[in-house]
Nanobody
């Protein structure tokens, strides 16, 4: 059973920072590219950032320069450091394999107030 457990979300003012964590079961993490996705109210779930191997990263233009994705293979954990948060970053954030997601976790809510 694939397990993905996201944490680290919360309420923050615009300009603030949060660090999201995602603990993944070994069978998911060890040989897969990983991604962070988000879903805002009434909108589709979309990719935010991805990491292939240890250092090949991709960011959607709206978060480029503000977000940083990283992974700790020893801990089977992927992180998303989010700086300079904006109200439009408000969403539920999920991690999953990339480019083809598997079972979704519960996500973690990020709310950015203006």
């Amino acid at each position: 059973q694939v397990q993905l457990v996201e944490s680290g979300g919360g309420l923050v003012q615009a300009g603030g920072s949060l660090r999201l964590s995602c603990a993944a079961s070994g069978s998911v993490f060890s040989s897969n590219a990983m991604g962070w996705y988000r879903q805002a109210p009434g909108k589709a779930r979309n990719l935010v950032a991805s990491i292939i191997g240890d250092s090949t990263t991709y960011y959607v233009p709206s978060v480029e320069g503000r977000f940083t994705i990283s992974r700790d293979n020893a801990r089977n954990t992927v992180y998303l450091q989010m700086n300079g948060l904006k109200p439009e970053d408000t969403a539920v954030y999920y991690c999953n394999t990339y480019p083809v997601p598997t079972n979704w976790g519960q996500g973690t809510q990020v709310t950015v107030s203006s």
